[in-house]
């Protein structure tokens, strides 16, 4: 099945091997643009089409020229993590490998 992937993580897509990879230079979780912005969005699935009908070779990887809509303020603040937040963020992660661990050990 010809497969085109869109998304923002370059190394870890490429790594994996995909056929077809168009690269959007987004925050991760947001591979189309911004919600509510359908003129970027059908911009960027008619890059991943054209992808699609172009591509000459396996594993080919396409940089979207389509720039995120504001400035670059949200590569700074991407991933941070607050002072005071530190400690509930570290439990929760606690629970979360607790319980998948538990979902896959075998009854």
């Known amino acids: 099945m ?6 923002s993580a370059l190394d870890i897509v490429e ?4 056929p077809r990879f168009l690269f959007t230079d987004f925050p991760l979780g947001n591979p189309c643009g ?3 912005r359908p003129d970027l969005q059908r911009t960027i699935a008619g890059q991943a089409l ?4 172009d591509a000459a070779a396996p594993r080919t990887t396409r940089r979207s ?5 504001s ?4 590569r700074p603040r ?10 509930r963020l ?3 992660g606690e629970e979360r490998r607790r319980t998948q661990a538990q979902a896959r050990t075998p009854e």
């Open 78 to 87: 991407y991933g941070r993590v607050k002072p005071e937040d530190v400690e």
């Open 90 to 92: 570290r439990a929760l």
């Open 65 to 69: 020229d389509v720039p995120w809509p």
């Open 50 to 53: 054209a992808l699609l009908r």
């Open 34 to 36: 911004p919600p509510w």
């Open 15 to 18: 790594y994996c091997g995909v």
């Open 2 to 7: 010809p497969t085109v992937i869109v998304g």
């Open 71 to 74: 400035d670059d303020d949200w």
